[in-house]
């Protein structure tokens, strides 16, 4: 089915054509349309039109009035102030608009008119270190900013650049070689958390070793030479740590409800064939060069507080290779290899100079043009309840699982407390989709670059903007759906509609439009807030329009259920598109 033009996008034409037709140079002029308390939509485009031909802006915006159609979409048009014009929709409109977006598996969201092909690079874990709470946000971010792409119909290539390389795993193979059954899967299993207990145990062990013992030291920097010449054994047993690393990464991502394939992993490793390659590029082409030993990029407006440069290191002046060498490597993968048109990166917002530094560095290198955009997605900090990077009271960083865990918990409480005639085994299910939607929803519903504090009690309140209430809001139109048995959902835009109808409907005709919004500026918060507005919406519906109960005959329930319906079905896909589950029950 084709896309469902919006009640604000139908408008907006009419009004553009009025506006044309009062003014005839004026072809192009913005109607400058927008909601309004005042009316269901204002439109201020008048003023400025009035101004560039001064024309007296009241007179025009009446010229305006009197090329507007006089049909079943406008039911009402006012002058206002100085030049404003109040439009009202029909209820009519509104029940019809709504029907066409019913009638479409995609609620009348249409596809981009030109998919492109983006990879994302989001969540990073490290490979036999355990996640924790720094790595949240960018998993949730990413996996959010995956899922509307997709289903907008752009082609999205995931990357996990994992941790995998790098001097400290000639310490970890070393230990294996000498300890050959550290990571045996006794009866313990293979289930991540015991993943991450052995993985702890090799790595606890190895650094106590390496740090006491010279001989093994030298033993393990060697084993950093035999991995990078790509040894055999050495790769075999480096290949074990990554795959234990795995179960334990899949245990959390099942967690968390994101999807991670093997397909997607391409870590830091992956790029390690292209380095030398990448620094003769760079240096053959001028764009970098040897400084102190180092091989270095330079840029005019990166200078440090006293004056002095700051370069992007790409290779160390012992040889070594930095984050910069992999990222650049990683580039000329992305869009020479997989031909991509868009690069996004979702990492903290401590990497901002860096990745400044290495998109200029492509750019001037030829590896980013005019046709490819690479972005930065920078996301602020997971703070405690003391405005402090969230530790735990001695100070550590927060493991993921437990906050994860912890989460679930608390989330059970609440539901054992409302939801009396829930089974112990649908508490648990439904605790861990309404603990696992608090944490994503608090972290989604803050803009990205702000940092947010970390409150399980008010995630999981069944008040305010929490992921919680929109579930139960959801919930609750599921049971009156039940409820209602035989009578089905049809709409019917011959009735007139109350205003909290009113209010729920033109809430809901702004899905495709939020959708679009969230898809050109990358903010998963727009969509958040506009599902939250949405269960707002239906939350005064609910208070002041009986459903099954409708004075007005069957028809009346019937659109009502029809509106119920429909709200259910946008804060599904919506909060699908968050990656948050939503119950049928609570």
Not at 106 to 111: A, D, F, I, N, S
Not at 114 to 140: C, F, W
Not at 160 to 187: A, C
Not at 528 to 537: E, H, M, Q, T
Request: aromatic share 6%; proline share 4%.
């Amino acid at each position: 089915m084709a896309s469902v033009p919006s009640l604000s996008a139908t408008i907006q034409q009419r009004v553009s054509a009025a506006l044309a037709a009062a003014v005839p140079s004026a072809a192009d002029a913005d109607p400058l349309l927008r909601r309004s308390d005042r009316a269901d939509f204002q439109a201020n485009g008048v003023l400025g039109l009035a101004k560039r031909n001064k024309a007296n802006p009241r007179e025009l915006a009446a010229q305006v009035v009197e090329h507007l159609p006089a049909d079943d979409m406008l039911a009402g048009i006012e002058v206002s102030g100085p030049g404003f014009l109040n439009l009202t929709v029909t209820d009519t409109a509104i029940i019809n608009t709504l029907a066409a977006r019913a009638d479409d598996d995609r609620l009348g969201v249409p596809h981009a008119e030109r998919p492109g092909r983006t990879v994302i690079d989001y969540s990073q874990p490290n490979v036999a270190k355990e996640m924790h709470v720094g790595h949240l946000r960018s998993t949730v971010i990413g996996d959010a900013i995956v899922r509307i792409l997709e289903f907008a119909g752009e082609t999205v290539i995931r990357r996990h650049h994992i941790g995998d390389w790098g001097t400290q795993f000639g310490m970890l193979i070393q230990y294996l070689i000498e300890h050959p059954h550290e990571l045996d899967h006794p009866s313990d299993g293979d289930s991540g958390e015991n993943a991450m207990s052995r993985l702890n145990r090799l790595y606890k062990a190895s650094r106590a070793l390496f740090d006491s013992d010279e001989e093994f030291k030298d033993r393990s920097r060697r084993r950093v030479v035999d991995l990078q010449a790509g040894d055999e054994q050495t790769l075999a047993l480096w290949h074990k740590i990554v795959d234990e690393s795995k179960i334990y990464f899949y245990s959390v991502y099942d967690k968390l409800a994101v999807e991670m394939r093997d397909e997607d992993i391409v870590g830091e490793s992956a790029y390690n064939d292209m380095l030398a390659e990448t620094c003769k590029l760079l240096e053959d082409s001028g764009v970098a060069v040897e400084s102190n030993g180092a091989l270095c990029v330079f840029f005019d407006d990166i200078k440090a507080k006293d004056g002095t440069p700051v370069p992007l290191i790409v290779r160390k002046a012992d040889g070594g290779y930095g984050y910069a060498a992999s990222d650049l490597s990683a580039i000329r993968d992305r869009t020479g290899n997989l031909h991509a048109d868009t690069l996004l990166y979702v990492v903290d917002a401590r990497q901002a100079l860096h990745f400044k530094m290495v998109f200029e560095t492509a750019r001037r290198a030829g590896w980013l043009t005019d046709e490819v955009t690479a972005k930065h997605l920078p996301f602020g900090t997971v703070l405690g309840k003391d405005g402090k990077p969230f530790k735990t009271r001695e100070g550590e960083t927060v493991r993921l699982v437990d906050l994860l865990d912890e989460a679930v918990d608390r989330a059970r409480a609440v539901i054992a407390d409302k939801s009396k005639d829930l089974t112990p085994e649908e508490i648990g299910e439904r605790a861990a989709q309404v603990g696992i939607g608090a944490v994503k929803y608090a972290d989604l519903s803050t803009s990205l670059t702000r940092d947010y504090t970390f409150d399980l009690d008010r995630m999981v309140s069944l008040n305010g903007d929490t992921s919680v209430y929109l579930q139960y809001a959801y919930a609750r139109i599921r049971s009156i759906i039940r409820k209602a048995g035989d009578v089905r959902p049809v709409p019917h835009p011959e009735l007139p509609l109350a205003p909290a109808e009113r209010q729920l409907g033109l809430a809901l005709d702004e899905f495709a439009e939020t959708l679009a919004s969230v898809r050109e500026t990358y903010e998963p918060h727009k969509l958040a807030s506009y599902l939250y507005g949405l269960s707002s919406a239906y939350t005064a519906f609910y208070e002041h329009c009986p459903v099954l109960k409708a004075e007005g005959g069957q028809a009346m329930v019937e659109n009502r259920l029809f509106l119920c319906d429909l709200t259910a079905r946008t804060l599904r896909q919506g909060m699908e598109l968050l990656g948050i589950q939503t119950p049928e029950r609570l």
